[in-house]
């Protein structure tokens, strides 16, 4: 009597639990998947560290810090690069335009582009979580390479992706601008170098489309300079859409340095609108480079060093 009440104990538990996982309440998501399937991130922003698979950050929680990452790095110099690279459709869609059968070539060619920069940390911007219309995760193709990542949410045309190699990446963090057309924000890091504090910042401004598109950058730079002006060392990457070169000028008189189209350097395009910008660091060489057949916007790679 007993073994027979024992059997039907285990059978109705068994029944219970296999009818507990078909319930829909009780399916899991695989935390690390945040991007491949969707068109947005679903937080704000989030620090990624792939060599940990429970460090995902939800930055917008205060108690979120990344305990491994603070870690202070010593480096004669640094490289950074950035990249508006066009959401994998040359700039013409906000979708990728990748698909499985060109998958493998277009992967080889954006990895060998990334992969000649060597670049210590990586700004991009037209970022788009899905490397392919298939939904494959561009982190995993493209910058596997890359340990910690702090990404933006997409709005359409709107995407800002900060990569960094092996210096890791504290207080990720989305701020919105205050004044814009277009869904602009600021994505932005902290990196520990030499005992320094260097805030990295990936941003799009607004462009001319309908009205007053000057005006809107106007603003938006006087932000970044307002959200700078008591920090020692600033690194901002951006497509700052400006039609003219004066519209530089404010970073210039708060003390900022230009990789592309200043006088101190020599090498810079006549596609102005995307820049790095330092300060209280030197910028010892700064190149840009072109690749049309992957994204409309040139590459820039600047070698940053301690200010004399």
């Known amino acids: ?52 698979k429970d460090s995902i950050i939800d930055n917008n929680k205060d108690d ?22 066009g959401h994998f459709s040359n700039g013409k869609s906000s979708d990728t335009a990748i698909t499985s059968e060109n998958y493998s070539e277009k992967r080889s060619q ?3 582009v990334i992969d000649s920069l060597h670049a210590d940390i990586f700004g991009v911007c037209e970022y788009n979580p899905n490397f392919d219309q298939d939904g494959n995760s561009t ?31 504290e207080n990720g963090r989305k701020t919105n601008f205050s004044r814009h057309k277009q869904n602009r924000y600021i994505q932005s890091a902290e990196i520990r170098v030499n005992e320094k504090v260097v805030t990295f ?11 007053d598109g ?25 497509d700052f859409n400006i039609s003219d070169t004066s519209e530089y000028n404010p970073f210039k008189e708060a003390g900022f340095s230009l990789a592309n189209y200043d006088e101190s350097n020599e090498s810079y395009t ?32 600047c070698v940053l060093t301690k200010q004399d």
Request: charged residues 25%; glycine residues 2%.
């Open 1 to 52: 009597m007993r073994k027979s009440a024992i059997i039907t104990f285990a059978f109705l538990l068994a029944a219970t639990i296999l009818s507990a996982c078909s319930d829909s309440r009780y399916e899991f998501e695989d935390p690390l998947n945040i991007d491949s399937k969707k068109d947005s991130i679903e937080n704000d922003s989030l620090i990624y560290d792939s060599q940990k």
């Open 64 to 85: 979120s810090i990344n305990n491994d990452a603070i870690i202070n790095i010593y480096r004669d110099s640094l490289v950074i690069a950035h990249w508006n690279i």
């Open 110 to 112: 954006y990895i060998g």
């Open 139 to 169: 982190r995993d193709a493209i910058f596997y390479k890359y340990k910690y990542a702090s990404i933006g949410p997409k709005y359409s045309y709107n995407c800002n992706a900060i990569f960094s190699k092996d210096i890791p990446l």
């Open 201 to 211: 910042i990936e941003t799009h401004l607004d462009w001319n489309q309908g009205q």
């Open 214 to 238: 000057a005006e809107y950058r106007k603003s938006q730079i006087q932000e970044l300079i307002d959200m700078t002006k008591n920090l020692e060392q600033v690194i901002v990457c951006a």
């Open 270 to 301: 006549n596609s102005l609108i995307d820049n790095i910008i330092v300060k209280g660091l030197r910028i010892q060489r700064a190149e840009i480079f072109s690749h049309p057949e992957l994204s409309d916007h040139y590459v820039l790679k």
